[in-house]
């Protein structure tokens, strides 16, 4: 036998781990491919949360929930671990998202390996880990990361108590739910859904019997986990009450109504117009993966009478409770990302359920098999294409990515602190990009923050200054300097990627 015989008969022996290795590979490529310069900048929810997570390593101030952390303090916790290895820098914001990324995609692969099988399984894990939607949730330094994780960890799980009923695993689903109470809103709704179908479900299965030593001992450690998290929650109240506020909650059936068919179109027709989620208002579904969805989502209804397809079904529908909810930005992919796991599984169904039609279509003749599965893997192979395409291609060159991720202030940032001036500096920017300043240079030369608005009522005093004024702050900026400290020398800094004026500098003289 020649080694090309013997390898390809290993190969295809080992077919599904062969399969699961590429994927990881390119769950990997889609997570750190250009890791270093896209996205381009920094938003300001990331740099608040790396503000925290500073504050955290510097003064020992353990954060508790509140709207600058998209109330999950464990981000924050994370992001100070990443912030102590590599420092105050846009990457080191996202080191943990790729990880949690490619770790989400792992879990997916198990979770759904367990519950239906091996083809769906590599399908959805496949399309979790190229899909732009997912990608650009694991290339952002926000919470929101965390959520396709936890959704994957949380319920396979909770498939593994239900089946197996072991103290290790309800032991294991407890700490589980702790970690999702703790990583923001989407983390609570992945919990409460957990809890919420395990009620059900128990309850019509009528499991239950006479406690015993085990069990009570679950509970005790339940009780003591959830005691914690509940101490953290209570000195978090004066923040939390003002949740409804910080996320923009619906207040009339009519905006309901139009969030939540606006929310179920992005998959498909119009997606999120921000391009901090999106390449603004594709659909987060491509042509082929958008029409699998809608297969998987019509046999799941077909198959209600399973209990895997209903509770992947109600799993659809609660996960996406929190984009229904909230009015920031209508459709908001981040705020449906806990639901992206289940959306894989739905289009893994609709794929395997063709690949079955085929296969009933010719139950015998394997080369009409052979070219109904080479062609699953054809289109799957487009999909990458299609996805590197769109997000390290289109997205990547486009202008408004570069304004969604502050391009102005990060340089500006970077000038500030990559240059020396002998006389006082300021940095004038508006409300938005002076926190991405703040962490990006921290440790580094002092300057003084300054809003047009404190530009206007700074004393004029003697000496030399330096203003590096952000793009969106020039016009107001340039106008009050001018009058301010007439004769001062005007610079401007343009962008390597538009070529436009990216920032100022304002120098006077004394």
Not at 275 to 294: A, R, S
Request: with cysteine; charged share 10%.
């Amino acid at each position: 036998m020649s080694v090309l015989q013997s390898s390809t008969k290993w190969i295809v022996a080992r077919r599904d781990w062969v399969f699961a290795g590429i994927i990881l590979i390119l769950a990997v490529i889609m997570r750190f491919w250009h890791f270093g310069t896209l996205p381009p900048g920094l938003t300001t929810a990331e740099a608040v949360i790396g503000i925290q997570a500073q504050n955290l390593l510097n003064h020992g101030w353990i954060p508790g929930l509140s709207a600058a952390n998209g109330y999950a303090p464990l981000f924050v916790w994370l992001q100070a671990g990443a912030i102590a290895v590599f420092g105050p820098t846009t990457w080191a914001l996202r080191v943990w998202p790729a990880v949690l990324g490619v770790a989400s995609v792992v879990a997916l692969w198990i979770w759904t390996r367990s519950w239906f099988s091996h083809r769906i399984a590599g399908i959805a894990a496949f399309v979790l880990a190229v899909t732009p939607w997912a990608v650009m949730i694991a290339r952002n330094g926000t919470p929101t990361a965390l959520a396709p994780l936890l959704t994957a960890l949380t319920f396979m799980i909770a498939g593994y108590v239900y089946t197996r009923r072991t103290a290790n695993w309800q032991l294991v689903l407890v700490l589980i739910l702790c970690v999702d109470l703790l990583s923001g809103p989407l983390g609570w709704t992945i919990a409460a859904s957990c809890l919420l179908i395990g009620a059900v479900e128990v309850i019509r299965a009528r499991i239950w019997g006479k406690p015993t030593v085990t069990t009570v001992g679950v509970i005790v450690a339940a009780v003591l986990a959830l005691t914690a998290v509940g101490y953290l929650y209570a000195v978090s109240w004066g923040a939390l009450k003002h949740i409804g506020n910080a996320a923009v909650l619906v207040t009339s059936i009519t905006s309901l109504a139009d969030i939540v068919t606006k929310t179920l179109f992005m998959f498909n027709l119009q997606g999120d117009d921000s391009f901090v989620h999106n390449l603004g208002g594709q659909p987060l579904l491509n042509v082929f993966t958008g029409l699998m969805f809608i297969a998987g989502l019509l046999v799941s209804i077909a198959r209600l009478h399973e209990r895997r397809y209903r509770v992947l079904l109600a799993l659809f529908g609660l996960l996406l409770i929190p984009a229904f909810v909230s009015g920031a930005g209508v459709p908001n992919a981040a705020h449906a990302a806990a639901v992206l796991p289940v959306v894989m599984i739905l289009v893994g169904i609709g794929i395997s359920y063709m690949l079955e039609l085929w296969f009933a279509t010719f139950p015998i003749n394997s080369a009409a098999r052979s070219i109904g599965q080479a062609a699953i893997i054809v289109l799957l192979g487009l999909t990458f294409v299609q996805s590197y395409t769109q997000y390290f291609r289109a997205w990547a060159g486009t202008t408004e990515a570069y304004g969604a991720y502050n391009e102005s202030a990060v340089a500006s940032a970077k000038a500030l602190t990559h240059s020396t001036f002998n006389g006082q500096r300021y940095l004038v920017g508006d409300a938005s990009e002076l926190p991405i300043a703040a962490y990006l240079t921290e440790g580094k030369p002092s300057y003084a923050a300054l809003t047009t608005a404190s530009l206007v009522v700074l004393p004029i005093g003697p000496g030399p200054r330096q203003f590096v004024i952000t793009g969106s702050a020039n016009h107001q900026a340039q106008t009050t300097l001018a009058a301010k400290f007439p004769g001062g020398l005007l610079k401007a800094y343009p962008s390597a990627f538009s070529g436009s004026d990216l920032y100022y500098v304002y120098e006077v003289a004394k």
